[in-house]
C-alpha cells in the first residue's frame, strides 16, 4: 500500500496484484486463494499482461507479507510452513516469470527476504525455510542464463521488522524505533527503480532501522 | 533402496516411508500423492507410530530424490518448481516433524541438499530454491528451541551427481568417476547413526567424489 502510494505520487502507473483490489493501483490483477501454483501463475500473467497490452514494466516489486512461527513439536508448523510457501515463494516464482515476461531492458525486480533467514530460525521454522527459498531464488534470477531481460537487477530486500499496523498490533510496547517505516520502503523500492541506490544484482539488502533512521546492508 | 540395505545388512530394523512399498524393508509406510502437506504429515506420523509402538529411533534418513530444471522464462519451471518442494521440502518438513516425536535422544536426523544450490541455479530454479530451503531447515533443527531431542546431530548431504539408474540414463557418455556411489551414501549413513565420522549439527556436509574416492566437506 506504501509502495503503490510512493510510485502513485512520484506519476507511475501502477499495476496491483493482489487477494484483495487496491483502490490506489491504476490497474488490479485478483489471484484466487484457491488456485494452485501454476494456475495463479496463469492468472496473474494473463491480467498483468492485459493491463500492459504490449508495454513493458520497469520494476516487479514483490512485498508479499505474512508471518508464522512454529519449532518441529509445534503440532501446527507444517500447517504454517505451508501458509509461508504459498505467500513468499509461490509469488516471488511469479514475479520471476512476470519479469521474464513484461520487464523492460535494465528493469528492477525486488522480492521479499529476511534478515533472520540467513541463519537457523527454531521459532519459526516454515517462515525461515521459506525465505531462504526466496534469497537462493534472487540468486539464480540475477545469474546468466535465468530467462530475465538484459541488465536486469534483481535484489531481495530483508527487513528485521516492518512497521505495520500488523506488528503493532502483535508486538505492543516493543521498541519501534529499530522497526523500518513502510515509507522508507517505498523510498528505496523508488530510487532502484530510477537506477539510484542500487545495489549489485543478485544481492541480498538488509534494511537496518536504529534511532528510526534505516541504512541498507548488503548480506 | 542402498542405504536401506545397508542398514538391514548391519542388523537394525528399518521403516521404509515412500511412495512405494519397499520389499527390503521392516516395515513401509506408503505416502499419498493425492494428499497435501499437513495430510502426509499426519498420515506418515500415524504410520511410522503404529510400527514403533512406543519405540524410539536412532536415526531418520531422509533420501528423497528428485531433479527438474527450468529457468524463469520457460513455461514449465513452476509446475518444477511444485515438484521440487513437494518432494524436497514437504519431506524434509515431515522428517522434522518425525524426528521431533520419535528420534531418541542423541540420535541423527538427516535432509537431503544440494551443493549446486549453495549459489544461484538459472538453469533449475526450482531445484535450487527447494534444496535451499532444505539447507536453512537444517540450520533451523540443529538450533535450541528446534522441538528435537536432546543432543540431537541434525546434518545435510550435499551430493554433486549420485551414480542412480536414472543418472546413467539420462547423461550417458559423463565422466562418472566423479558420481558418487549409493553405497558410499549408505555407508556414511551407517557410521553417522553409529556417531562416528560425524560433523557439528546443523552442517551440510558435501559428497565429493574424485577418482572412485569420495571425501566429505563442511560447506
Partial sequence: MAVVDTFRAAGYKVISVDIVENAAADFNVLVSLDNNWVEQEAQVCQGVGAALGGDKVEAVINVAGGWAGGKASDPDWVKNADLMWKQSVWSSAISGTLAAKFLSSGGLLVLP????????????????????????????????????????????????????????????????????????????????????????????VALVTAGGQTRMEAC
Fill in 113 to 204: 527476504g529476511a534478515k533472520p533467514a540467513l541463519a537457523g530460525t527454531p521459532g519459526m521454522m516454515g517462515y525461515g525455510l521459506a525465505k531462504a527459498a526466496v534469497h537462493q531464488l534472487v540468486k539464480s534470477l540475477a545469474s546468466d542464463g535465468s530467462g530475465l531481460p538484459d541488465l536486469a537487477c534483481v535484489l531481495g530486500i530483508l527487513p528485521v521488522t516492518l512497521d505495520t499496523p500488523m506488528n503493532r498490533k502483535f508486538m505492543p510496547g516493543a521498541d519501534t524505533s529499530t522497526w523500518t517505516p513502510l515509507a522508507e520502503v517505498g523510498r528505496i523500492m523508488l530510487a532502484w527503480t530510477q537506477h539510484r541506490e542500487r545495489f549489485q544484482s543478485g544481492s541480498l
